[in-house]
């Protein structure tokens, strides 16, 4: 679904991403760790068609967006593409239950279609009481659940989510793990997660890919991939099984300076 071929991107004389290559599967779920400055929200932007590479390529769904016109540009990252990043990015002047819609409206569904849809979703996270209560009546989680069930709503075949639950308190967070991964497995869409925390990674991803920050003697900074057969979609009883703490220490092994 997502193929991401010898990435390279500079800011200056700063090389952020150096021959990144990578892909996420059709209904896969893919996280990307690493240290602060390794250059996962700008990889993120790069596949999300927000930014360009210097060098590289990206395909989704067998489409480069390489060269598309601005429009077009536009038109396809609207059709395939859908972004929850760390800000919830709600617009003030609507209702939560507006908010969510959005997108549906967008897409061409029915008032009535979206409606309900979005009511479903919001009452499945514990929002039906707020559906009139405008985003600076809800606490940050409900705000966060919101935008992320705002994309939901898209219906496109790729999610790219830039740290979408850092701002939850652990309890909220801990909801949101089990409601996403079991979400993800009925909707079976092509996800790549930034995070910097490894047990979010291990409880939502297939595969774990780990970015430092680059190396000149190297021939990529994406150093390496762990693979977690845990099937989906998984609980927070998996935390407490071997596997969960060999995998998390071996994590914890590759992120840490050597």
């Known amino acids: 679904m997502i193929r ?13 991403l150096h021959g990144v290559t990578m892909s996420v599967e059709r209904g896969e ?5 690493g240290a602060s400055g390794a250059g996962k929200t700008t990889l993120l932007q790069i596949i999300g068609t927000l930014m360009d590479a210097d060098a590289g390529s990206v395909t989704i769904d067998g489409v480069s967006p390489k ?3 601005d429009a077009k540009l536009s038109e396809f990252r609207n059709k395939h593409i859908g972004f929850v990043f760390q800000f919830h990015h709600l617009l003030p002047e609507f209702t939560a239950l507006e908010n969510v819609m959005i997108p549906a409206f967008i897409a061409g569904r029915s008032r009535k279609d979206a409606e309900a849809a979005a009511k479903a979703l919001l009452d499945d996270l514990g929002l039906a009481e ?4 405008k985003p600076s009546q809800l606490s940050g989680g409900m705000r966060q659940r919101a935008a992320l069930l705002r994309t939901f709503l898209s219906t496109k075949e790729v999610m790219l989510l830039d740290e979408p639950f850092s701002a939850l308190d652990m309890i909220t967070k801990n909801q949101m793990h089990e ?3 079991a979400t993800m497995e009925r909707h079976r869409l092509s996800t790549l997660l930034i995070t910097h925390d490894i047990e979010e990674a291990l409880l939502l991803s297939e595969r774990i890919l780990i970015l430092e920050n680059t190396d000149e003697g190297k021939d990529t900074n994406l150093i390496k991939e762990v ?3 845990q099937s989906r979609p998984r609980n927070r009883e998996f935390i407490f099984t071997k596997e969960f703490s060999e995998l998390k ?3 914890w092994q590759a992120v840490l300076p050597q």
């Open 4 to 16: 991401v071929e010898n990435i390279v991107k500079r800011f200056g004389s700063l090389e952020v």
């Open 29 to 33: 779920i893919v996280s990307i760790v």
């Open 67 to 69: 060269g598309l016109s």
């Open 130 to 133: 707020r559906l009139s209560h």
């Open 179 to 181: 409601w996403y991964s």
């Open 227 to 229: 693979k977690v057969l």
């Open 249 to 251: 220490q071996e994590l």
